[in-house]
């Protein structure tokens, strides 16, 4: 079955196999010739033909028409002089099987049916009386011919098989390379929301404590410090047990597509107290609950985000409007201050970026950039689905984000 579901023009050690296959055939047909008796015992010309007849053989999968051709033309003279008939058939067979297994079956029957002809034609000159020879030459040559035919098509279907396995193993590995890719990316927004919130928290506190502490060193404010210094410490526990529940998500190899506890619109009051902690008179303004679990992640990290840029960007002390409210089957937030903005000359980040990536990964659409009508400040809107259906993650195939980079982190 190996040999047969192999293609026959990329089979290992093919012209070494086929040489010993001419070998083996110009073999059997000597012994034929010497043991049966249909016809007489050939001379020197037909045992010289008899073998050249044999040689096109080895190169028989190259130019199988060729070798027919070929091996025909000796054949026929051998016929002709009346030699043993049965000497040659298993050489004529092997090149008619060659032809029917490996070209198309038009040039097949054509090729089968002269033979046929001229095999028939030889039959006349040799045995005008010989019926029952007429009928089994032209039973063999069919009978080659259909089994070559078969073992084509047999052999395409096989390689179909074959070829439909490696796409679909293709399209198992794409898979999974979109899947590790999609899922170091939500790692990627987790770990910067996570540690870029926090850090920058942290350094705000840090600055304060500082202040505290050379402002005036002779009134020193040891309430002041303590409540700096315990801020900090606080937002480090939070800080890592976040990190921690991500790192438990990624270790977990039992449930690759495990997420962990998403936050929601019910953590949105810490991240404003937070913030307030950090120095800005922080709004916060939730009119909406029954979201996908899906969609209050997402708008959570987008708050999480806009409010850090906010704390970085705008200036001490900024005024911080944050407003979320479910309208006709969508979720809306608007996070806006009132600072003096980031310096223009500054490395960008991943801030916008990532809040563009959380709104589309929800279906839903994200601006952001400086306030209008010459308020000042800056200022970030978000649209996501508030239904289940619509709420599934996707990536749509054009950008559904209009980003002004003016703010980044």
């Known amino acids: 079955m190996a040999a047969i579901n192999r293609d026959p023009l990329t089979a290992p050690h093919r012209d070494r196999n086929d040489a010993v296959l001419a070998v083996f055939l110009a073999a059997a047909a000597a012994c034929i010739a010497l043991l049966t008796d249909e016809g007489r015992r050939p001379d020197a010309v037909g045992w010289t033909l008899l073998l050249v007849a044999h040689v096109p053989l080895v190169r028989r999968r190259h130019r199988p ?6 091996v025909a033309a000796p054949v026929a003279a051998f016929h002709a002089l009346d030699h043993n008939h049965s000497a040659p058939g298993p050489a004529t067979m092997t090149a008619l099987y060659t032809l029917a297994a490996t070209g198309t079956v038009r040039r097949t029957l054509v090729a089968g049916s002269a033979v046929i002809g001229v095999g028939l034609s030889m ?22 011919l259909f089994c070559g035919i078969d073992v084509r098509f047999y052999r395409h279907y096989v390689a ?3 070829e439909r396995a490696e796409r679909a193993e293709r399209t198992r590995e794409e898979e999974a390379r979109r899947r590790v890719a999609e899922e170091r990316l939500r790692v990627a927004r987790d770990l910067h929301d996570l540690l870029a919130h926090s850090i920058t928290l942290i350094g705000v506190q840090t600055s304060v404590a500082a202040h505290v502490l050379t402002a005036d060193p ?3 404010d040891r309430a002041a410090v303590a409540k700096a210094l315990d801020d900090i410490a606080e937002t ?4 890592r047990g976040e990190l921690r529940t991500t790192l438990e998500v990624l270790r977990e190899r039992d449930a690759p597509d495990a997420r962990g506890p998403l936050p929601g619109l019910h953590g949105l009051p810490d991240l404003a107290e937070a913030a307030r902690l950090a120095g800005a008179r922080v709004d916060l303004s939730v ?3 029954d979201v996908p679990p899906a969609v209050g992640a997402a708008a959570y990290r987008i708050v999480q985000e806009a409010l850090t840029n906010a704390v ?4 001490p002390e900024p005024s911080v409007h944050v407003e979320v409210h479910a309208e006709r089957g969508a979720l809306r937030l608007a996070v806006t201050d009132d600072g003096i903005g980031p310096d223009p000359d500054g490395t960008p980040g991943f801030g916008l970026v ?22 000042g400040g800056f200022e970030v809107t978000a649209v996501l689905p508030a239904s289940a259906a619509s709420a599934a993650p996707s990536v749509p195939a054009a950008p559904l984000t209009t980003v002004t980079p003016k703010r980044d982190d």
């Not at 990532?354 to 308020?375: F, I, K, N, Y």
């Open 160 to 162: 179909s098989i074959v």
């Open 218 to 220: 002779e009134r020193l």
């Open 123 to 144: 039959n006349a000159v040799t045995n005008p009386d010989g019926m029952v020879e007429l009928l089994r030459i032209t039973g063999w040559v069919v009978a080659v």
């Open 236 to 239: 480090c526990r939070s800080a």
């Open 354 to 375: 990532g809040m563009r990536e959380r709104a589309r990964s929800v279906g839903g659409t994200l601006d952001a950039g400086p306030r209008g009508g010459g308020a």
């Open 312 to 315: 970085r960007h705008a200036g």
């Open 65 to 70: 028409l060729l070798v027919l051709c070929l």
């Open 287 to 289: 009119r909406a609950d």
